[in-house]
């Protein structure tokens, strides 16, 4: 599961897959802007079958960010 | 100078967790508001201004606003920076049938990374919807930028129709898509705020 999760993000933000850690963010990768933003979103909530809420998504800050979001709800990566 | 002009972020009309919304100034149509317009890369997927945009246009559109009940708009401002970032509007506001045109613009390029976006799209969407108590809210963008419709999208917002070969963008007559969103649909959605701060004009301090 946390290849599919690296992947997306890599398919996504258009970074290697070994570029894809905890502290990634928008403000450290170029290509993570609003409209990426969405993508992961999207990507995350198909990929798991989860739908984010607007304070979930509030959360959604980091790779590590959602990362912890996603234990919350039992995904553990 | 009043205490409104000299401090304007403490007269926020809605506050949610990286913007709050305000009423828009005269120091904000002389400053980074009409550059923003006039920036290719803000207007390209915009229908209009194709024109010269001057500070004593943006200041006439301003005015404009005061009296206005046909559109509302704020300015977008970053909580932690206080920087205005960008402009909301509900514009073709009809309050007999009740909808309304949503569109943003994030003027600010640094701000167009992260949760500003979203958040300003969602806290629209909640004024439009529940304060103002409007039925719908439609999007439009040209199909060329669909990008743009993307936040809308994750909203809720769903494809009605579109306006054939309404918009000419370099050289071409593009189609615009229309999306739509209703209360009733936001009112159950997860993606609305559980809670968003509507700020008490004058008392509100959003920090």
Excluded: C
Aim: hydrophobic share 40%; charged share 25%; proline share 3%.
């Amino acid at each position: 599961m946390d290849d599919e999760f690296r992947a997306l993000f890599s398919k996504i933000l258009q970074l290697p897959t070994d570029q894809i850690h905890d502290e990634l963010s928008p403000e450290t990768a170029q290509s993570w802007d609003s409209l990426a933003m969405v993508d992961l979103i999207v990507g995350v909530e198909e990929l798991f079958k989860i739908t984010l809420s607007h304070e979930e998504l509030m959360q959604f800050t980091s790779v590590g960010s959602l990362r912890g979001l996603l234990k919350t709800k039992g995904i553990a990566l | 100078m009043t205490e409104s002009t000299a401090s304007p972020e403490k007269f926020a009309y809605a506050v949610g967790k990286y913007i709050y919304f305000r009423y828009l100034t005269r120091e904000d149509a002389l400053g980074d508001w009409h550059r923003w317009f006039n920036s290719p890369e803000v207007t390209r997927n915009l229908d209009r201004q194709r024109w010269l945009n001057t500070p004593e246009d943006q200041v006439a559109y301003w005015e404009h606003l005061q009296t206005s009940r046909e559109r509302l708009a704020v300015a977008i401002i970053d909580r932690t920076t206080h920087k205005h970032i960008g402009i909301g509007s509900l514009s073709g506001l009809d309050t007999v049938n009740r909808r309304a045109e949503i569109s943003l613009v994030i003027g600010s390029a640094a701000h167009r990374h992260g949760l500003h976006a979203l958040e300003a799209v969602t806290m629209l969407t909640e004024i439009g919807l529940i304060r103002l108590n409007l039925h719908k809210l439609i999007a439009t963008g040209l199909t060329t930028s669909e990008r743009g419709l993307r936040l809308n999208r994750l909203l809720g917002y769903t494809e009605s129709g579109r306006y054939r070969e309404n918009s000419f963008v370099e050289g071409e007559w593009v189609d615009n898509l229309i999306l739509e969103i209703f209360q009733r649909d936001w009112l159950t959605s997860p993606r609305r705020p559980k809670t968003l701060a509507w700020a008490d004009p004058g008392s509100a301090d959003p920090t």
